[in-house]
């Protein structure tokens, strides 16, 4: 019995889909708006550098209704970001800075990436500021880029 429980077991241990141990190809970041925020994962191609919105207004507690907030034992994996109602970008398709963003509270982060970008009607501030939310590492963020 305990021989075909363990043959049982290897077996379906060895039909799981092998997991990536490769960092992820996005990186997720705030865009700082005064009083709101928006959270993106931010992914690169040859051509095209793309940021999904995948959650919105972040707060520290209290937030009294308004936004979310992020429990402080997750804080730190920058997945814990992503809204899941709004994460539907997996399958699609400047410079790091390490000063801290004013503003950001408790919240960890681990500096900001500046995206320079041509104004146009769409994006009328031009230029991006990316926070990186949760313990990311730049290294990782800028080899996308490259």
């Not at 937030?63 to 992020?70: A, D, H, P, V």
Request: hydrophobic share 35%.
């Amino acid at each position: 019995m305990k021989t075909g429980t363990l043959l049982l077991l290897c077996l379906m241990i060895a039909r799981m889909p092998k997991k990536s141990f490769d960092p992820p190809p996005h990186f997720v970041a705030m865009e700082y708006k005064g009083m709101s925020n928006c959270i993106y994962k931010v992914y690169f191609t040859d051509s095209l550098i793309f940021g999904a919105k995948v959650n919105g207004y972040i707060t520290v507690q209290p937030n009294f209704g308004m936004g979310s907030s992020i429990p402080k034992e997750k804080m730190h994996d920058p997945e814990s970001y992503v809204a899941r109602s709004m994460d539907k970008y997996d399958d699609l398709l400047s410079d790091h800075d390490p000063t801290k963003k004013w503003g950001m509270g408790y919240y960890p982060h681990t500096g900001k990436i500046e995206i320079e970008a041509i104004k146009t009607p769409m994006n009328r501030k031009g230029n991006k500021e990316l926070i990186l939310v949760g313990d990311q590492h730049p290294d990782h963020v800028l080899s996308l880029i490259k």
